[in-house]
Nanobody
Framework: QVQLVESGGDSVQAGGSLRLSCAAS?????VGWFRQTPGKVREWVGR????????YYADSVKGRFTISQDNAKKTVYLQMNSLRPDDTAMYYC?????????????????WGQGTQVTVSS
């Protein structure tokens, strides 16, 4: 069992930046970031394959968000720039050791508790 702990959520104004962290208790092959607002389905934001560091992003965040990792700290980061009010959500990191992970919540086995990001206009 791998435990994930997110941190870094905050309230910022539009145009600002935040960096979220996802600290894992063990190594995982793939880490994804998702976000969710009340009444809506959990939306995939991006993912990183830990071995080669390959990253993929949803179109809604491409060019603004960047996923990176610090293997020594077993931590994955989500750098969010040019934040917009519609980025407001609870952000979750998720992980799996399966060979395949993509954009669906069912692709991921381990989940963090979430960290709130609020962007005001």
């Amino acid at each position: 069992q791998v435990q994930l702990v997110e941190s870094g959520g905050d309230s910022v104004q539009a145009g600002g930046s935040l960096r979220l962290s996802c600290a894992a208790s063990g190594y995982t092959y793939c880490v994804g970031w998702f976000r969710q607002t009340p009444g809506k389905v959990r939306e995939w934001v991006g993912r990183i394959y830990r071995g080669f560091g390959h990253t993929y992003y949803a179109d809604s965040v491409k060019g603004r968000f960047t996923i990176s990792q610090d293997n020594a700290k077993k931590t994955v980061y989500l750098q969010m720039n040019s934040l917009r009010p519609d980025d407001t959500a609870m952000y979750y990191c998720a992980a799996t050791n399966a060979a395949y992970c993509a954009t669906d919540v069912s692709d991921y086995k381990f989940w963090g508790q979430g960290t709130q990001v609020t962007v005001s206009s």
